[in-house]
């Protein structure tokens, strides 16, 4: 019954109103039932009677008793007479027989000669009543008495003459505000998200045009927004694996053509000489095997298979070697290894890991830099890290094609092969792995004056590292 969020906002929003309706009632009778106002209303009247009747009291007593019952019948009051003592000498009413005493329960102090209070008949009727003192005593008949009963009545009618139907029209008015306000709080918030569950419902048939509206409350909008944020990187991730499937088959087509080309050629003895033959084969045969060694170190890094060592690693000796092992063949390209490596803290890591990307990084330089031209890298201590630069005077990466280097299998230049045999088109995806594993960053933007540079930033020990091995001097 209340599966739909109209329903249910409109059911709170009776409730509510019911709830502030039954409040709001319960204390307007409260109020009413414990107001001295009918009470003091009251005390006056009577107070009024007696005055206007003691005036009558002067004259002749004989008749005395028929003025006080033809004043209690005029006024609908009952009179007294009655003594400093509550004795009573007369009662206009005749239940009260003389010398019978009044049951009084509560006064107040006497005022200006005038005396209230309660007494009460029997075990439920009170009465309250006022005494004033009589100007001419008769014999101990000293005190005139004006007396009503004080009934709940005329507060409930009060109540109901004049608040129930306010009240029932208020409860009336509250019902259609509350079924507007339901119905287009229910619209503002039920109506993007049926248009995010159908663009949903779209996604996940591969049509990724839908988007979620941005409207309604906050709450909503942010809904909106992280749905289209992760359905961007649902099509991201589909077009990168798909990308993936591309480049792998592609990069597999190229090896195994020519193993079965030239396999095929020994078979029907059209090589003259196997020997050059099998070198190719072997060399495909090695070069498909880094491939698949390099898609299995990836896939172990990305599902956090791959232990990583933590030990203390000096950054500026770890450098310094990595520029020695490719400095013969930098010689050989005709390239200069220049470096400036200043005086940076110790950082915790894998050694093994952060030596391959820097051995690819600067490996890669030195690749796409002319004879002649020059590989800079350097080390210095910046926001709390460790900042590493290595820079080339290669071609360089267009603008538009730095944010995707990093990816599997791309290629800047799409229209030739790479130059280096050597590489499998995985190594900078499995450097920007290995960094952010160890909490840093990696990213490359163009030189100053041209080619590429490609920048490292990994965080300082944490204290948590304290207790990791550090190394020897």
């Given at each position: 019954?209340?599966?739909?969020?109209?329903a249910?906002l409109l059911?709170?929003?009776?409730?509510?109103?019911?709830?502030t309706?039954?409040?709001?009632s319960?204390?307007?009778?409260?109020i009413l039932?414990?107001s001295?106002l009918p009470?003091?209303?009251?005390y006056e009247?009577?107070?009024?009677?007696g005055?206007a009747a003691?005036?009558?009291l002067r004259g002749?007593?004989s008749?005395?008793?028929?003025?006080l019952k033809?004043?209690?019948?005029?006024t609908?009051?009952r009179i007294?007479l009655?003594?400093q003592?509550?004795?009573?000498?007369?009662d206009?009413?005749g239940?009260i027989?003389?010398g019978r005493?009044l049951d009084?329960r509560?006064t107040?102090p006497e005022?200006?000669?005038?005396?209230?209070?309660?007494?009460?008949?029997?075990?439920?009727?009170v009465?309250?009543?006022v005494?004033l003192?009589?100007p001419n005593?008769?014999?101990?008949?000293d005190?005139?008495?004006?007396?009503a009963?004080?009934p709940?009545?005329?507060?409930?009618s009060f109540?109901g003459?004049?608040?129930l139907?306010?009240?029932?029209q208020?409860a009336?008015?509250?019902?259609?505000?509350?079924?507007?306000?339901?119905?287009?709080?229910?619209?503002?918030?039920a109506?993007?998200l049926?248009?995010t569950?159908?663009a949903?419902r779209?996604?996940a048939?591969g049509?990724y045009?839908?988007?979620?509206p941005?409207?309604g409350?906050?709450?909503v909008?942010e809904?909106?927004?992280a749905?289209?944020?992760?359905?961007?990187?649902v099509?991201?991730?589909?077009?990168t694996?798909r990308?993936?499937l591309a480049?792998?088959?592609?990069e597999?087509?190229?090896?195994?053509?020519s193993?079965?080309g030239y396999?095929?050629a020994?078979?029907?003895?059209?090589?003259?000489q196997?020997?050059p033959?099998?070198?190719?084969?072997?060399?495909?045969a090695?070069r498909?095997?880094?491939l698949v060694?390099?898609l299995?170190d990836?896939a172990?890094?990305?599902?956090?298979q791959?232990?990583?060592?933590?030990e203390?690693?000096?950054?500026a000796?770890l450098?310094?070697s990595?520029?020695?092992?490719?400095a013969?063949?930098?010689?050989?390209?005709g390239?200069t290894l220049?470096h400036?490596?200043t005086s940076?803290p110790?950082?915790?890591?894998?050694?093994d890991?952060?030596?391959q990307?820097?051995?690819n990084?600067?490996?890669?330089?030195?690749?796409?830099?002319?004879?002649?031209?020059?590989?800079?890298?350097?080390?210095a201590?910046?926001?709390?890290?460790?900042?590493?630069?290595?820079?080339?005077?290669?071609?360089g990466i267009p603008p538009?094609?730095?944010?995707?280097?990093?990816?599997?299998?791309?290629q800047?230049d799409?229209?030739?092969m790479?130059s280096d045999k050597r590489?499998?088109?995985?190594?900078?995806t499995?450097?920007k792995?290995?960094?952010e594993?160890?909490g840093?960053?990696?990213?490359?933007?163009?030189?100053?004056?041209?080619?590429?540079?490609?920048?490292?930033?990994?965080p300082l020990p944490?204290?948590?590292?304290e207790?990791?091995?550090r190394?020897?001097?």
């Amino acid at each position: 019954m209340f599966a739909s969020l109209r329903a249910r906002l409109l059911f709170s929003y009776i409730m509510v109103m019911g709830v502030t309706l039954c409040i709001v009632s319960t204390a307007l009778l409260f109020i009413l039932l414990s107001s001295p106002l009918p009470t003091r209303q009251m005390y006056e009247r009577l107070e009024s009677i007696g005055r206007a009747a003691l005036p009558s009291l002067r004259g002749n007593p004989s008749n005395s008793d028929a003025r006080l019952k033809a004043i209690a019948e005029s006024t609908s009051a009952r009179i007294l007479l009655a003594s400093q003592d509550h004795r009573v000498f007369f009662d206009s009413d005749g239940a009260i027989q003389p010398g019978r005493t009044l049951d009084v329960r509560s006064t107040q102090p006497e005022a200006n000669g005038i005396i209230r209070g309660t007494y009460r008949v029997g075990q439920d009727q009170v009465w309250l009543f006022v005494a004033l003192k009589l100007p001419n005593a008769r014999n101990d008949a000293d005190r005139l008495i004006i007396a009503a009963p004080r009934p709940p009545g005329p507060l409930l009618s009060f109540f109901g003459e004049n608040m129930l139907r306010p009240l029932l029209q208020a409860a009336v008015i509250g019902l259609i505000l509350a079924i507007i306000l339901a119905f287009l709080i229910s619209s503002s918030v039920a109506g993007p998200l049926k248009r995010t569950a159908v663009a949903a419902r779209a996604i996940a048939d591969g049509d990724y045009s839908k988007k979620s509206p941005l409207e309604g409350p906050v709450e909503v909008r942010e809904l909106g927004r992280a749905f289209n944020e992760m359905a961007q990187k649902v099509q991201r991730s589909q077009q990168t694996q798909r990308d993936f499937l591309a480049n792998v088959s592609h990069e597999l087509k190229t090896p195994l053509t020519s193993i079965q080309g030239y396999a095929q050629a020994i078979l029907d003895g059209a090589a003259a000489q196997p020997g050059p033959a099998a070198r190719v084969i072997y060399d495909e045969a090695a070069r498909m095997h880094r491939l698949v060694e390099d898609l299995l170190d990836l896939a172990r890094i990305e599902s956090g298979q791959s232990p990583f060592q933590r030990e203390h690693i000096r950054l500026a000796q770890l450098l310094q070697s990595v520029m020695e092992n490719l400095a013969l063949r930098a010689s050989k390209q005709g390239v200069t290894l220049l470096h400036s490596l200043t005086s940076v803290p110790p950082i915790t890591g894998d050694n093994d890991r952060l030596a391959q990307v820097l051995t690819n990084l600067i490996d890669n330089a030195i690749t796409h830099t002319p004879s002649g031209g020059q590989v800079r890298v350097s080390a210095a201590h910046i926001d709390s890290g460790v900042q590493v630069i290595v820079s080339d005077t290669g071609k360089g990466i267009p603008p538009e094609e730095l944010s995707r280097i990093f990816e599997r299998f791309y290629q800047v230049d799409k229209s030739r092969m790479r130059s280096d045999k050597r590489g499998t088109g995985l190594g900078l995806t499995i450097s920007k792995e290995i960094i952010e594993a160890h909490g840093g960053k990696i990213y490359a933007e163009r030189g100053k004056e041209g080619g590429t540079t490609f920048n490292i930033w990994l965080p300082l020990p944490r204290a948590s590292d304290e207790t990791v091995p550090r190394v020897k001097n």
